[in-house]
């Protein structure tokens, strides 16, 4: 499942605005501040990004780590990743809201059968 139908989730449950907050940050995008090389899409957890992964292809500089933990319309995320693709663990918690008022939690379990194999009831 990708943010995009995520969203489309918490748009139906909490009406247009609603955000999805994640447990992590997740590396967006890196941008060479030295040779401007353009702008490379990342779609990590931050954690899993290494050192070498920071250093720009074109002159070897370190790159600006754009990062961010929140997926909304027109955001910084790329709405058609999904969250195991950008190594968000399986049973993380994905929050949902709009405005701190309406929230809710879902565990993010859909990896769960092929996770647990033959556990999963
Ligand atoms: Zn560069």
């Known amino acids: 499942m990708t943010f995009a139908e995520l969203l489309d989730r918490a748009e139906k449950r909490f009406g247009a605005g609603a955000v999805l907050d994640l447990s992590r940050d997740v590396v967006v995008?890196?941008?060479?501040?030295?040779?401007?090389?353009?702008?490379?899409?990342?779609?990590?957890?931050?954690?899993?990004?290494?050192?070498?992964?920071?250093?720009c292809p074109a002159c070897g500089a370190h790159r600006i780590v754009d990062v961010t933990a929140s997926v909304t319309r027109g955001g910084a995320m790329d709405l058609s990743w999904t969250p195991a693709q950008?190594?968000?663990?399986?049973?993380?918690?994905?929050v949902a809201r709009r405005g701190l008022d309406a929230q809710e939690g879902w565990l993010f379990d859909g990896d769960a059968p092929r996770v647990l194999g033959e556990l999963h009831p």
């Not at 950008?86 to 994905?94: N, Q």
């Open 29 to 55: 995008s890196l941008t060479c501040p030295s040779c401007g090389a353009a702008t490379a899409p990342a779609g990590r957890v931050l954690g899993g990004v290494r050192e070498r992964d920071a250093a």
């Open 86 to 94: 950008v190594g968000l663990p399986p049973f993380d918690l994905i």
